[in-house]
């Protein structure tokens, strides 16, 4: 389990979403509401009263998504964040962006299964690109934004062969840079992503990330966020283990490129 646990039920066409957070869960039911509103391409609740909450967390339904290959390519990203920021604002209030808010919950949760010097230095590394993010000029609009705009958060729908964007729990209202700068993290800095295939991403989505200022400041906090996520399963496996603390050693050097496996 990272940020949630998902279960297909044993009857019904439904999935179920075990989430760390009973704010987020209602959140993404208003989201979620409000996508179907405009008939956008993703996921759907299913029809059953709904959170089922017990004291910190919170359980979702969702008509389960049939998925099928290809997986999502750049291209569909691109096209889906230039469509999700060209809607209305939704009727209901999102939270206000910011950079990092999992981040000093997830180090107090992990706490001894991390040296203290690796908790101390991000910690302070936390801290250090607060003060950074706050320095930066944005160039588009704010308004609602997914949170977590990555092509794992698209699923190809096997009875249409359309991409539909899942996972709410991070939506809020900030940059549009955050969102368009997943992809440019993923092609730039970890190598995850073909030439052709970020050209493709721009063309859709109509911004270079890498061309904007603050790029360097949102990859270095995008990076430090996928490190702080994965440590949550520190424990669970050898790969884990030894994932988490090279990418720990690799955010000590902002030079020193990034072999990281994707989880």
């Known amino acids: 389990m990272g940020e949630n646990a998902m279960y297909r039920l044993a009857t019904g066409n439904i999935m179920a979403r075990v989430g760390r957070s009973v704010e987020a869960s209602r959140k993404e039911l208003h989201v979620a509401d409000w996508l ?10 299913a029809e059953v009263p709904q959170p089922v909450a017990d004291r910190d967390v919170a359980v979702t339904f969702w008509e389960f998504i049939e998925s099928c290959e290809p997986p999502a390519r750049s ?35 992990v706490g001894p299964s ?4 690796e908790l101390e230095f991000l ?16 160039e588009l609009e704010v308004g609602p934004i997914h949170g977590d705009a990555h092509r794992s958060n698209l699923l190809r729908d096997c009875t249409t062969g359309q991409v539909r964007l899942i ?34 991403y721009v063309e859709a989505c109509g911004f270079d990330a890498l061309s904007w200022p603050g790029f360097k400041v949102v990859r270095a906090i ?28 690799d955010l000590r050097n902002e030079d020193v490129p990034r072999d990281w496996r994707p989880f």
Not at 36 to 45: E, I, Q, T, V
Not at 95 to 109: E, G, H, I, S, T
Request: aromatic share 10%.
């Open 75 to 109: 291209a569909e990203l691109g096209a889906v964040l230039r469509d999700l920021h060209s809607l209305p604002a939704p009727r209901f209030s999102l939270p206000d962006f910011q950079p990092m808010p999992k981040v000093d919950d997830r180090l107090a949760k």
């Open 114 to 117: 991390l040296p203290s010097r």
């Open 167 to 200: 996972d709410f729990e991070d939506f809020c209202v900030g940059p549009r840079e955050w969102d368009l700068c997943v992809e440019a993290v993923g092609y730039w800095a970890l190598n995850w992503i073909s030439d052709a295939d970020y050209e493709s």
């Open 123 to 138: 910690a302070h590394r936390k801290q250090d690109l607060e003060e950074q993010f706050q320095s930066l000029d944005f």
């Open 36 to 45: 179907g509103d405009h008939r956008f391409p993703a996921a759907r609740l």
């Open 222 to 249: 995008r990076e430090l966020n996928m490190t702080t996520w994965l440590a949550q399963m520190l424990g669970q496996s050898s790969e884990v283990d030894a994932e988490v603390m090279r990418r720990i050693r």
